[in-house]
């Protein structure tokens, strides 16, 4: 059995006014093991592992390192310690190479000041080596996979000479061939004397993966199991507190007329350059369209055609027969429900009201919620939307008024699918609807897409997790450096075929849906 390396005694944390974000949470860390941290959204993990790494201050509570009491105040005295933390976002310089992204901050220098090249992409290239990464230090940043970019950023905390490293959500964006790879070369750290942590919501990866595993709820700690010991039913079920049902029952599809019909969309990026590429592609009424890609290959700027964010350079766009290729992105909201993957930034304003972010849309289009000729809202109106969306989507809340970042990641998730839904539009758009979602709120959206299905609406659903994908679609298009390389109903293909298109596989040429 290897010695405890950190040990977290009795940490809370209290976020004012009153909530309870940790209570009374105790868990011991040991060196030489991939330890998974899991939990619904608002759980706790990781508020937990930012009180470790300095970037939150706990309220009590205590932290051993190596059985030494310590107190980081910030990220810099924890890697100092030898603890680094590679978050969900990835935060390098695209026009730097890989070795000038890994030794920023901490170059080798002459001795009059001058940064010594030779020295800095020597250490990096031995790094590299070390640890089996397979990258090439002097290739830009922005010229490499998101896989290679998620290395990069442990090479930045190897580098540094770290111990510990803390992974939040790590394959949150990635295929499945590069998960393989990446699991690999953490099993290799592992072995090599490091000790990893491993916040995700996948539980499959985590029972892969991990060594222990130790369950959040509500700000607790409720249980820490060896890995071998669980099944994904039971670990599911210490989270959640009840069974979740993992396989979601899909009858055949019954498609109806075509929604959507794109022929040809192009969007050029301010370079000239085709960031989406002759993309044609329908949604009929009835259907679910799984949107596969690896992040960063046409996905987003799709979804900023369809809904009017980004200007058509060629092309068209129709919904239910309408042109909406050049119309305005309240003319496209008539006909378009949206939800968009980042729920912070275009999805909802954070500081304003639960209230407010409930009947966004709602007020412009529907003239029940104006009065006065349209100067004042109807508050009354508006509160009984908000209800309506709280108990129809089971949004755990408690005043209307409160602010929307009050609520946990699920909960905000909740209330944009309700706004969205309650439009009734008949084209549904779902960026990445569940990341970051637990797997009770993620089991919950499953149900509510498949609903959809089958009240006739048209879904087209972009999602980088391919369980979720092909959980609920009913055919699956691949895009590759911004054009559709295949079109695959979803019971005649396997994730590993799709693995190998969004990896530009397969001898992947336009697949464009026959339209």
């Given amino acids: 059995m290897n010695s405890v390396l950190i040990d977290l005694q009795h940490i809370s944390k209290v976020f004012p006014p009153a909530t309870v974000a940790l209570s009374d949470v105790s868990v011991s860390f040991r060196s030489g093991e991939i330890h998974a941290l899991v939990g619904e959204n608002g759980a706790g993990k990781t508020t937990l592992m930012k009180v470790l790494y300095g970037l939150e201050r706990r309220d009590r509570g205590d932290i051993l390192l190596r059985g030494t009491h310590v107190d980081f105040r910030n990220p810099r005295e924890a890697i100092a310690a030898g603890i680094g933390m ?23 220098v002459h001795a009059l000041g001058a940064l010594d090249i030779r020295t800095a992409r020597e250490r990096v290239a031995r790094k590299i080596d070390e640890f089996q990464f397979n990258l090439d230090p002097d290739a830009p940043v922005g010229s490499i996979s998101v896989a290679a970019r998620q290395k990069v950023e442990i090479l930045k905390l190897l580098y540094r000479d770290v111990s510990v490293l803390i992974l939040d959500e790590p394959t949150a964006v990635l295929a499945p061939q590069e998960v393989g790879q990446l699991f690999l070369e ?11 942590i491993f916040i995700s919501h996948r539980l499959d990866e985590v029972l892969g993966l991990s060594d222990q595993v130790t369950v959040m709820r509500r700000g607790k700690a409720v249980a820490t199991s060896p890995a071998s010991r669980l099944t994904k039913e039971e670990l599911a079920r210490q989270m959640v507190g009840r069974s979740v049902v993992f396989a979601a029952e899909r009858s055949p599809a019954e498609p109806g007329e075509p929604v959507l019909v794109a022929q040809g969309l192009t969007v050029r990026t301010t370079d000239g350059r085709d960031a989406l590429d002759q993309v044609s592609l329908q949604v009929r ?7 596969a890609g690896v992040e960063g290959n046409g996905q987003f700027e799709l979804v900023n055609a369809i809904m009017g964010l980004s200007t058509i350079a060629a092309g068209s ?5 309408i042109d909406l290729s050049h119309a305005d992105i309240l003319t496209r909201r008539r006909f378009i429900s949206f939800v968009p993957q980042d729920r912070g930034r275009m999805g909802a304003s954070l500081p304003a009201s639960i209230l407010e972010n409930a009947i ?9 919620f104006r009065r006065w000729r349209g100067l004042a809202l109807n508050y009354r109106r508006a509160i009984a939307l908000t209800r309506q969306i709280q108990h129809q989507f089971d949004v755990s809340m408690e005043n209307a008024a409160a ?4 609520l946990s990641g699920g909960n905000q998730q909740k209330v944009i699918l309700g706004r969205e839904l309650l439009l009734e539009a008949p084209l549904v758009l779902m960026d990445q609807p569940t990341r970051g979602l637990d797997v009770g709120s ?6 509510l897409l498949l609903d959809l299905r089958n009240r006739k609406k048209a879904v087209l659903l972009v999602s980088a997790d391919l369980d979720e994908v092909f959980t609920v679609a009913d055919r699956i298009i691949v895009m590759s450096r911004g054009q559709l390389v295949a079109d695959l109903r979803t019971e005649e293909t396997t994730r590993e075929e799709v693995g190998y298109y969004m ?8 697949a464009q849906a026959d339209i």
């Fill in 86 to 108: 590679v978050h969900q976002e990835i935060l390098l310089i695209p026009e730097y190479t890989i070795w000038q992204n890994v030794v920023l901050g901490a170059e080798p």
């Fill in 442 to 447: 993620t089991e919950y959206v499953h149900g």
């Fill in 403 to 406: 602010p929307f970042q009050s």
């Fill in 186 to 196: 953490l099993q290799h750290l592992r072995d090599k004397g490091h000790t990893i």
């Fill in 317 to 321: 766009l129709f919904v239910q027969g």
């Fill in 285 to 291: 009424s009835g259907e679910i369209l799984g949107v």
């Fill in 503 to 510: 990896l530009g596989g397969k001898d992947a040429v336009h």
């Fill in 360 to 368: 966004m849309t709602h007020h412009i289009l529907d003239r029940s």
